[in-house]
C-alpha cells in the first residue's frame, strides 16, 4: 500500500479576538500567509485564508480530479470541469460551527446527457476521499449539476 502525507503548519501568536496566525504548507503553495479569527469572521476580507476556504479548496480539488475518473469508468471525456466548493462558518450562541457545504459541478461532456452527467456526480460523490470525509460533518449540504454543453 502506498501512502502519501501532506503537512501544514501554523503559527499562532495571541488570543483569538487579536491573535494571528500564518501558515505554511509542504508544498509552498502557501508560505507563512496570515490567517486571524477577526479576519475569518468579516465579510469583506478576500487577502487572509482561513480554514473554511481551505477545506473548500481541498474538496473542489479533489472532487473535480474524483469526477474526471468516475467520467472515465463510463467511456465519458469532459472539456472542462469546474467544481466550485462553499463553507459557511455560523456563528452561534454556542460558537463557531462550520455547518453548510454547498458543492457547484458544472461541466463540458459533449455526446452525454444532463442525466448521465448528473449520475456520474452522484457516483462521485460516493466516492471522492475528501467528499467522504467532510459529509459526515455538514449539517446542510447542497450539490448542483450543470451541464453545458
Known amino acids: 500500500m502506498k501512502t502519501i502525507t501532506r503537512k501544514a503548519e501554523a503559527d499562532w501568536k495571541g488570543n483569538l479576538e487579536q491573535g494571528h496566525g500564518l501558515v505554511t504548507t509542504d508544498s509552498q503553495v502557501l508560505v507563512k500567509q496570515e490567517f486571524s479569527f477577526s479576519k475569518r469572521t468579516s465579510q ?17 480539488s479533489c472532487f473535480s480530479m474524483a469526477l474526471s475518473a468516475t467520467l472515465g469508468k463510463h ?15 455560523s456563528l452561534t450562541d454556542d460558537g463557531p460551527v462550520v ?23 452522484e457516483e462521485t460523490q460516493q466516492g471522492c476521499p475528501i467528499y467522504k470525509l467532510l459529509e459526515p460533518g455538514f449539517k446542510n449540504i447542497e450539490v448542483n449539476v450543470t451541464l453545458n454543453n
Open 44 to 60: 469583506g476580507d478576500h487577502v487572509h485564508t482561513n480554514p473554511e476556504e481551505l477545506i473548500a479548496a481541498g474538496l473542489a
Open 99 to 121: 455547518d453548510t457545504l454547498q458543492l457547484d459541478v458544472a461541466g463540458m461532456v459533449e455526446g452525454h446527457s444532463e442525466e448521465e452527467f448528473r449520475k456520474a456526480v
Open 75 to 89: 467511456d465519458m471525456i469532459a472539456e472542462q470541469l469546474v467544481v466550485t466548493a462553499g463553507v459557511t462558518l
